[in-house]
């Protein structure tokens, strides 16, 4: 059992940086692949960006490749979305994600655990 608890939403100016945490308590984060998701309202949930279990590879959504950077801290149980450039298309609720294969990282079903979400919104 993994428990997952993301930080660092808010409102934010286009073209800000925020960072997104996403601590992991239970079973140790490095058991698991994480990836990052979101939703705008009235739109389904899309993927953002993966990392595998060790960090040795990352992917990323067309929509966010060049201004976002996934990366996690295995002794910290703690995974990070470094976010750049944003837009005000950028503003949805980002979900926190742990997968128990570094496969299929783009696809929501490969996810047990899921994060509550914390809300980011983008002011033109």
């Known amino acids: 059992q993994v428990q997952l608890v993301e930080s660092g939403g808010g409102l934010v100016q286009a073209r800000g940086s925020p960072r997104l945490s996403c601590a992991a308590s239970?079973?140790?984060?490095?058991?698991?692949?994480m990836g990052w998701f979101r939703q705008a309202p009235g739109k389904e949930r899309e993927f953002v960006a993966a990392?595998?279990?060790?960090?040795?590879?990352?992917y990323y959504a067309d929509a966010v490749k060049g201004r976002f950077t996934i990366s996690r801290d295995n002794a910290k149980n703690t995974v990070y979305l470094q976010m750049n450039s944003l837009k005000p298309e950028d503003t949805a609720v980002y979900y926190c994600a742990a997968a128990p294969s570094d496969y299929g990282l783009g696809f929501v079903g490969k996810y047990d655990y899921w994060g509550q979400g914390t809300q980011v919104t983008v002011s033109s």
């Open positions: 990392i595998r279990k060790s960090g040795g590879g990352t």
């Open positions: 239970g079973r140790t984060s490095s058991s698991y692949a």
